[in-house]
Structures are given as C-alpha cells and as structure tokens.
C-alpha cells in the first residue's frame, strides 16, 4: 500500500531551535508539495517541486523556511531559527502530473511542531 | 487568486440521513477539484477527484459533482453513518497541481 512517509510525527522545540522535517514520496511520484495547517489559517501550499525541481516558494517565509529535494526519494522542509509561530502540522504531499492533468494528490500524517 | 469557500463551517446529523456539503470557488479556470476527509489528528485523505472535463465522479455512498461556470462544487454522502464523522476539505487543482483548500466542514454523524 503506497503511502507518503513523514518523519518526525511530532516534535516540540525550544524557540531558535533548527527544525527538519523530512518525506519520503509515493514512488513514481512527480510532484512532492509541503503544505501548513493552523486553526487560523487552514491548509496553505508552502512549496513544491516538480521532477526534484522547486517551481513555486512563494508561500514559504524566505528568511528562515528552506525546503530541497536531495533526491527522488527524500524531501526536506527546514526552520532556522524556529518560533512560536511556526506551531502546526506540516504535511508533505504527492502526486503524478502530466499534459495540464493533475492526478490524485496523496497526502502523509503530517509532521506536528510545537516550538516553545 | 483563488478563493475556495465551504459553508457550512460544522453540520450535525442523525444517522441515515443524506448529507449535501457545499464547496464555492472564485476562479472558474480550474484543473480539477478534490474532496478530501481528515480526521481529528491524522492527515487527508482523498475521497474524489473531478477533472475540469467532468461534471460528476461516483464513488460508493459518495458523489460529487462540479459546475465551473457558477463555481460550485457539492459532495453527497448517502444514508451517513457515525463513521462518516470527519472535516471534510474541497480543494480546487489549478496549474501545477497546485490545490488551494477551502477551511472544511466539521461534520458530526449522531447515532
């Protein structure tokens, strides 16, 4: 059963602390996306990348946010320094993406922060 | 930019009852559309997708069905169950695959 894979599932931190969370992707998977979910917010797209390439940050905080993918298998999202405000779940997400036609998006269970 | 609505924010019904769960977008320019179920501390997880040349996608108790032109989308759930008890998030797929969500529908299935 092919799932996204994320690690840590969760993680409390001391404020100024770096975070990495990482995500392995379904296998055959093109696309890798990394969203943020708040109670205030809801689910916002931070980045993702397409064939190991990021194609879109812009949500992403520059200064301290930084998100790569070393390889097809693996996917990283990193704070530094972290702050109380970057508190949520972070999930990573796949899917296939071809000729302007999305494919089902699979999501992992998510990487919950709390940064004291 | 896309803005994605869902309304109610939370529903309540008796079991066996069809539940309607609205979704209304701003952009009608759209790839496809998604409807996600989460549940309290997990991740999402998908129930149906719609791609932007359909009007309909069926999947046991569930059907969801997509208007571009008014920017609406509607999933049924047929004779709801407690289990059925979750938020549920439509999502609507621009280019990219980028999905932008609306902030859910808390829905509560009573015995």
């Known amino acids: 059963d092919a799932r996204v894979t994320q690690t840590p599932r969760h993680k409390v931190t001391e404020m100024g602390q770096e975070v990495t969370m990482r995500c392995q992707p379904i296998l055959g998977h093109n696309t890798v996306f990394w969203y943020r979910q708040t109670m205030m917010q809801g689910l916002e797209l931070l980045a993702y990348f397409r064939n190991r390439a990021p194609l879109d940050d812009s949500g992403m905080p520059k200064d301290r946010f930084s998100a790569e993918m070393p390889d097809a298998t693996l996917a990283t999202l990193k704070i530094q320094p972290s702050e109380p405000r970057d508190s949520a779940v972070y999930f990573c997400?796949?899917?296939?993406?071809?000729?302007?036609?999305?494919?089902?998006?699979?999501f992992g269970e998510g990487s919950w922060l709390t940064v004291v | 930019k896309q803005e994605v609505t869902q309304i109610p924010a939370a529903l309540s019904v008796p079991e066996g009852e069809n539940l309607v769960l609205n979704c209304s977008f701003t952009d009608s320019a759209i790839y496809n559309l998604q409807w996600f179920r989460q549940d309290p501390g997990k991740g999402l997880t998908s129930l149906l997708l719609?791609?932007?040349?359909?009007r309909e996608q069926t999947s046991g108790r569930l059907n969801a069905s997509l208007d571009k032109s008014s920017g609406r989308s509607t999933l049924y759930i047929a004779a709801s169950q407690p289990g059925d008890s979750a938020t549920y998030l439509c999502a609507v797929g621009a280019s990219g695959n980028k999905l932008t969500f609306g902030g859910g529908t808390r829905v509560l299935v009573k015995p």
């Open positions: 719609i791609q932007s040349s359909q």
């Open positions: 997400a796949s899917g296939f993406y071809r000729d302007f036609l999305g494919d089902t998006i699979y």
